[in-house]
């Protein structure tokens, strides 16, 4: 699972990715082995379960920070793009290879209006981010379809020659999209269009049939960035009657991280706020920044929205539920004692077995059953995870 960052150039994304990346905390396990250039790691932040469970956690796999739960999740910064990209404009079709294996979108958009759609300064403030928001939307729609009609006759003509072969063809064909066979068999049904009947799909159609699967296969939000300018407050007033947005100020967010870095304040990302350690280490210029942030940022938004994104990109856009899987039921912990060691995301309707074929697929093969440590239930392979559970897999290789 992957969150790709897109926009135009200059509305901030590499902001926004280092900001979401930086983290002061060390991990001891990196998770991530081999991470590519345009690759980072961020985190999701949710309530951990050792607070309702009230017991001390030693997690290996993420971190508990004041019961915050941080679970490393990917994200990869996308190159920009400008309008007439998927013809290869700009840095062209280097975005569209970087976006295959993203499974959600943070669609990053000045919304300030004081860059036009190349990027540059237009000072007016009259740029409209609902139209970049509409032109990058549009380049990856021209771009999935280009690929569908490099040879759509030919692919029309074979895949009318069996029954359920489109969806067979078209799935190997996006295979490297991320785009599964479920998205493409739910566009074909819901737009009416006749999958024993490819060659008669009319251009408008594979049109249609781009736009839909890309809404289908790369749900998005868009991170409003730069709410901390003056001109940005009613267009994000605008954009939010259209789209799920996010007012964000990854400028912000990475002042206050970089900040926490050095000590200088007790910040989490996505607090409301922030305390400063040592009011009398702090420089003029230092205490003037953080009040800055205070009043235009948190203060008139309630956070940077940095946290918020990855957050929301993860929980609703993907659907993701975290879940702690433990190797001893009774000290909810590892072998090696560490307890609650492990979060998991998992996309909502996971089952058990799902969980144990993710932990190791060794666990998934040889599953028996698992346990709801909370509870003491006994469930089964196809018990649907639930968001906060705790369980044990119980399985009959010696793993067990
Ligand atoms: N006012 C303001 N400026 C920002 C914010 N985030 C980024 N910028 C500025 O926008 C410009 C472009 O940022 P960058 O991250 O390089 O954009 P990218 O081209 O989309 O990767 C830089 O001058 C940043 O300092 C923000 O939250 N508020
Ligand atoms: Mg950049």
Known sequence: MITGIIGKPNTGKSTFFNAATLLSAPMANYPFTTVEPNFGVAYLRVPCVCKTLDVKDNPVNSLCIDHNRLIPVKLVDVAGLVPGASEGRGLGNKFLDDLRQADVLIHVVDASGLTDQEGRPCPSGDSDPMQDIEFVEREFDLWLQSILQKDWARIARTAESRAGKLITILTERLSGLSIGENDILGVIQKMGLKADRPTGWSNEDLSNFSQSLREASKPALIAANKADLPSSLKNIGRLKAVRKVIPCAAEAELLLRRASQRGLIKYLPGDSSFTVNDEAGLKTEQRKALDLVSEKVLNSWGSTGVQQAINSAYLDLWG????????????????????????????????????????????????????????????GADYEMQDSDVVKIVATGRRG
């Open 320 to 379: 993701g539920i975290v879940v702690y899987p433990v190797e001893d039921e009774n000290k909810l912990s590892d072998r090696k004692g560490n307890v609650l060691p492990d979060a998991y995301v998992v996309k909502k309707g996971s089952t058990a077995k799902d969980l144990a074929s993710k932990v190791h697929s060794e666990l998934g093969r040889t599953f028996l059953y698992a346990l709801n440590a909370k509870t003491g239930v006994r469930l």
